[in-house]
């Protein structure tokens, strides 16, 4: 089995509406010195072994995770 | 500056809905060898120095970020 993990985040210069909404409740909770508060999302897959693990990730992310308008993403493997 | 890493997923046993769509949409996407998704979501907070970041980050969580019914974080500490 291969584990991928794909780390998706918002692209340098878009706006981050959950992270600002975070660190906006993070100030209104008196955390006053929080500066900047940037929200990613990882998926954890599972697949069975396969000859191009990484060129599958690429696809899932093309396909459905990632919209790439607005987002980054960075592709880990590993063998389990 | 400080740079808290907190991340976030579901506790083992409870069901991940999203992960589980993400599943079934991969699974309708022809990417037929997926065994299982797992989906985490990752603070990045960027303090002041402070004397005591890890307590801090502790409060952040037990306060806004986490639900401690179904949710497990692990906090990570960098000075940037």
């Known amino acids: ?3 991928l993990k794909i ?4 692209k340098e ?9 975070v660190k906006n409740s993070l ?3 008196n955390f006053g010195n929080v500066n900047s508060v940037k929200v990613l999302k ?3 897959i599972l697949i069975e072994d396969t000859e191009d693990a990484k060129k599958e990730a ?7 995770l990632v ?4 987002h980054d ?3 880990e493997m590993e063998r389990v």
Do not use: Q, S, W
């Open 67 to 70: 919209n790439p308008v607005i």
């Open 7 to 10: 780390t998706i985040g918002y």
């Open 42 to 44: 990882v998926y954890e």
């Open 1 to 3: 089995m291969i584990k």
């Open 58 to 64: 690429e696809e899932m992310c093309d396909r459905l």
């Open 73 to 75: 993403y960075r592709i």
């Open 27 to 29: 100030k209104l909770l």
């Open 13 to 21: 210069g878009v706006e981050d509406p959950e992270g600002l909404a």
